[in-house]
């Protein structure tokens, strides 16, 4: 059988290769679809006893799906179990039945109406909406005989595909058996992504044709390629292994990042919370990782209904900054709005959010905000003994920088900087720099600003290529202004553990690259085959290409021949 | 008939893990049944978890249980009267 390749935007470098297990999408049969046993249709009188088992049996299995999960998988689990057990469910879906429902429509009028109250309820009633549901679609597909929809359970390591995947499908999955994530819609810096990236696992978005692949084929992800073979052969197959098998080396190499010829390129990890911190801190040491670039801390808030304190914000902090000892940690200030919205800040409907009240610009309207986050940070630095770097995030002028930069330091901080992602201030690189000690720069909003594109617009990826020639041009002012007055000029973007434009980003003079940790091995590979002068040269190809594509290729033919085979 | 009125000790009141807690023990007492329900009201399966937690009961409210099995009714009382949101 020959291989179909499918393309797709890849997220990740790796390629695995694995059985296909479809998420699949939840039925919608007729409301009075007449429901068959052992091929004739249920008499009348016997739907109630095909109903209660209907409702066993997803309570049965739910059960047994708890009993193998761990942690906090098995508990969702298990309380979605109980409410398929839930006599109440069964009593009102036979009610309906004895005034003549169909049986369909009986199960959803039934869990429909449970569903209605929870939701007006709101709370932590709410939250027991999303279970209500998925036994309702459970029960709706064992009555018409349909597969049962969302995440299946994995037997083996498989390779998970769905049309899209929810934030909470997501949740659903048993990582331990997920190879890779591929989906149909989405794209490079949505949520699967995003997650997928942080925890390793390659991952392809915007696959045509993902969805029509049967169960049980066996597939090849590459994510660098950006491709799905479906049936690949033997020596498609044995060459993703030989380049796993390198990637394993890579990680064994722990020397501290620099060119071959010993220019320094801090290598960071980016994390989101005190345990992220934890993890990365434990699994490598400060010749290996440096620190952290970057450290949301938006993360804390998000779940929050309130503003949390300052003495709860104190003490995440201070576990961060305890976990890395005297590591460097640069700690962003609150980046919420536009995609991140807050429940407890939540400002009136914005035509525009990408563009508007989002990033340092909330404390226009809360300035508490960002005073009590600077006034913890300063607590939890004062308790560790550790010099946190602290950063702004969507500064858009000089102004804001020096603003930012005298609240900062009236918290006791002493090293302050802001991020370059608004195209402003790259333009006015020198100038905010004046202000401040140092700057970061976020790859992924200068590109959505600079190319007019949004992020989460799928359609639009290629625009929205960091490769593009007018980003890295913005990258290159910046970083001459952080040349110019010796001050340190970071990239905390997604493009930053991308290996090939890591070397771009050295040789445009950029000195520190924050990353999850799993792109650390590979941007310190490449670092140490190339020098600075090799760098330089790539990075000069890079501005000067037509395009994005032109642009990425011209690197690939700068680079050493064992780079290309292991990196391009 | 027996009842007894009791005041919920969870912080959360009964949702959640002390609502599942609660109906679980309540279907622990079958073939008998539990009936819940605010004073004056008429009670609500309480093996059902849906039915409990669409009361809306929260901590400190007085609550009153019926059944006709004594044993249970015990059980059930004295486990609404518990903060099971501590444990």
Known sequence: MSARVLPGVGVGRRAVVGPVVQVREPVRPASDAVIERDGAPVPHDELPDVVGAAFATVSADLAARAERASGSMGEVLAATAQIAADPALLTGTRKELSTGTPPVAAVEKTIGGFIEMFTAMGGLMAERVTDLASVRDRVVAVLVGAPLPGVPELAEPSVVVARDLAPADTAALDLDRVLAIVTELGGPTGHTAIIAGQLGIPCLVRVTGAGDVPDGTRVLVDARAGRLVVDPDDEDVAAIRRLADAELALEEDTAPGATADGHPVDLLVNIGTAADAERAAAATDARAVAGSGLFRTEVLFLDATAAPSVAAQAAEYAAALAAFGGRKVVVRTLDAGADKPLAFATLADEENPALGVRGYRIGRVHPRLLTEQLAALGQAAAETGTQPWVMAPMIATPQEAAEFAASARAAGLTRVGVMIEVPAAALRAEAVLAEVDFVSLGTNDLAQYTMATDRLAGQLVDLLDPWQPAVLELVATTARAGRALGKPVGVCGESAGDPLMALVLTGLGVTSLSMSLGSVPAVRYALRRHTLAQCEAMAEAALRAASATQGRAAVVDLLTEEARRLLA | ?87
């Open chain 2, 1 to 87: 008939m027996a009842s007894r009125t009791v005041v919920v000790g969870s912080s959360s009141g009964l949702h959640a893990r002390p609502a599942a807690l609660v109906s679980q023990a309540a279907a622990a007492a079958a073939p008998a049944t539990v009936l819940i329900g605010r004073p004056g009201e008429d009670g609500v399966d309480a093996s059902s978890v849906l039915l409990l937690m669409s009361l809306g009961i929260a901590a400190g409210e007085e609550v009153v249980l019926a059944s006709d099995d004594d044993a249970a009714l015990d059980r059930l009382a004295e486990l609404v009267a518990t903060d099971l949101d501590a444990s």
